[in-house]
């Protein structure tokens, strides 16, 4: 066995407060005024990704309960009222399969 010293050690209280927001998004409506075409393109875009769409919404809501149940500081909420049963990696792989081949076009055309 190493020779360990002994030291006194002082503990004080400390009053720490931590701040965090969930942030606010409205994903139906990112552009303000779209024209016709992109109207057109967006409501393609619902309708061959509407299932993934609404697991988005889901894991949302859910985790907008879970932000305020630790805010209000209410634990029991996550047993009844919070399922947590989405495939988050799912969800984001297919989020990742639905953005890569646009942001290869974007990436494309900025280089140009």
């Known amino acids: 066995m190493r020779d360990v010293g002994r ?4 503990i004080q209280p400390l ?3 931590a701040f965090f927001s969930l942030p606010k998004a409205n ?4 552009v303000e005024s779209p ?8 409501v393609e875009i619902k309708k061959r990704h509407g299932e993934l769409i609404n697991k988005v ?3 949302g809501s859910e985790l907008k309960l879970a ?6 500081n209410v634990p029991l909420a996550f047993y009844e009222l ?3 049963n989405a495939s988050v990696e799912e969800v984001e792989k297919d989020l990742w399969s639905l953005l890569n081949p646009s942001w290869s076009l ?7």
Not at 27 to 30: A, D, H
Not at 35 to 42: A, C, F, G, P, V
Not at 106 to 112: I, N
Request: aromatic share 6%; no cysteine; proline share 0%.
């Open 82 to 84: 919070i399922e947590m």
């Open 35 to 42: 024209s016709e075409r992109l109207k057109s393109r967006m």
């Open 106 to 112: 974007l990436k494309l055309t900025t280089e140009l």
């Open 27 to 30: 994903v139906g409506n990112v």
């Open 67 to 72: 932000y305020n149940a630790i805010k209000l």
């Open 7 to 10: 030291y006194r050690v002082e």
């Open 15 to 17: 009053d720490v407060k």
């Open 57 to 59: 919404r889901k894991i």
